[in-house]
Structures are given as C-alpha cells and as structure tokens.
C-alpha cells in the first residue's frame, strides 16, 4: 500500500491577524450562535502557550491535554473544530471557519489562531506570528 502524502506534511499554527481578514458573510446562524458560546481567547491561548501539549493535526493528544487543564465542554468543542475543521484564511479568502472568524471579532479578539504547513513559514506565513514545537 502507497504512503498517504499527507503524512509527510507537516501542519503548525500560526495567528491569523483579523484585522487583514474581511468580514465573512454569515450563512448559518446556527453556527455562529454555537461559535459565540466559546471563549476563544482562552482556547487559543492554550494552544499558543502550550504547542507541544498541543501540536497541530493531533487531536487525540488535545483532547487528552484539555481534559488534564480541565477545560469546559464548550471550550473543549471549540477546541475539537481547529482539528476537525482547521482555520484556512488568507487577506484574499476564507476558506474554512469564517463563522469561528465571526465569534473571534465578536469577542474582541485580534488574533485567530489557523494552521499552515512548515514550508510556508517565511514564504506566506510571517515567522513572528507562528507556533513551531521546540527541536527534540
């Protein structure tokens, strides 16, 4: 059987400045009623100040991680969506979480926390605003 090529990928996270981003175009409601219950300050947050108990595409070990800090249902939901369904945005487009976008401004928060590829660290990613793990 062939190797899957996504497994040589390597996702990290970066902060998605929203200011850059245009307002998305809300077209489920129910969603963004949903978004709006998490507290996305602190979920990001977690993952910022914590990328090796948190590393990107590995949602086994966040969950096991956000239950040893004890966090809530829904900010454990919250968190569960950034894995399921990563943020992809751009200045130009969004391409996933546009309601999560929506519940981030609502909540006063400059910073969206998305995924990327290493490789686009330095290339369309500044370096400043991504989370690498430290080298083993």
Known sequence: ???????????VWYDIDLE???PYDIWKPATLKWAKKVNWARVNDLVRNNVADFPARNLDQALTSAE???LNKKDTAG????????????????????HRL?????????WALGTCLRDD???SVDELHAYLPEPD
Do not use: K, W
């Open 1 to 11: 059987m062939a190797a899957d090529p996504s497994d040589e990928l390597e996702f």
């Open 20 to 22: 850059q981003i245009e």
């Open 68 to 70: 040893r800090v004890r």
């Open 79 to 98: 968190l569960y969506t950034l894995y399921a369904e990563p943020i992809f945005a751009t200045p130009h487009q969004i391409t996933n979480g546009g």
């Open 102 to 110: 929506t519940a981030m401004r609502t909540q006063g928060l400059r």
């Open 121 to 123: 660290i330095g290339e």
